[in-house]
């Protein structure tokens, strides 16, 4: 089982990203599905979470310019990035709340990372 994201780059303030998160393998049921972000010397920071249901809650920083989605048929998670600032550069990982087999307990699996960086 993992997470794979992608979309990360370098963009220039005010322009829009859209990073993609794919979990695969022999999964049972997903619950909630997030991004987080760590600037350098920064801790990491929760962005954005989307319930199963979709359900959907953002850090205040990030209000009105991101938007988080997911496709169940496909097990993926997105995050629209409009009005890219320069303080939203860091590295973006998302993370799902798995359930592997029916029965068992879910756990959290994090992606690798991608970095965005907002620069002109």
């Known amino acids: 089982v993992q997470l794979q994201a992608s979309g990360g780059g370098l963009v220039q303030p005010g322009r829009s990203l859209r990073l993609s998160c794919a979990a695969s393998?022999?999964?049972?049921?997903?619950?909630?599905m997030g991004w987080y972000r760590q600037a350098p010397g920064k801790q990491r920071e929760l962005v954005a979470v989307?319930?199963?249901?979709?359900?959907?809650n953002y850090a205040d920083s990030v209000k009105g310019r991101f938007t988080i989605s997911r496709d169940n048929a496909k097990n993926t998670v997105y995050l629209q990035m409009n009005s890219l600032k320069p303080e939203d550069t860091a590295v973006y990982y998302c993370?799902?709340?798995?359930?592997?087999?029916?029965?068992?307990?879910?756990?959290?699996?994090w992606g690798q990372g991608t970095l965005v960086t907002v620069s002109s």
């Open positions: 993370n799902a709340e798995l359930t592997l087999r029916i029965g068992e307990l879910s756990d959290v699996y």
């Open positions: 393998g022999s999964i049972f049921s997903i619950n909630d």
């Open positions: 989307i319930t199963s249901g979709g359900s959907t």
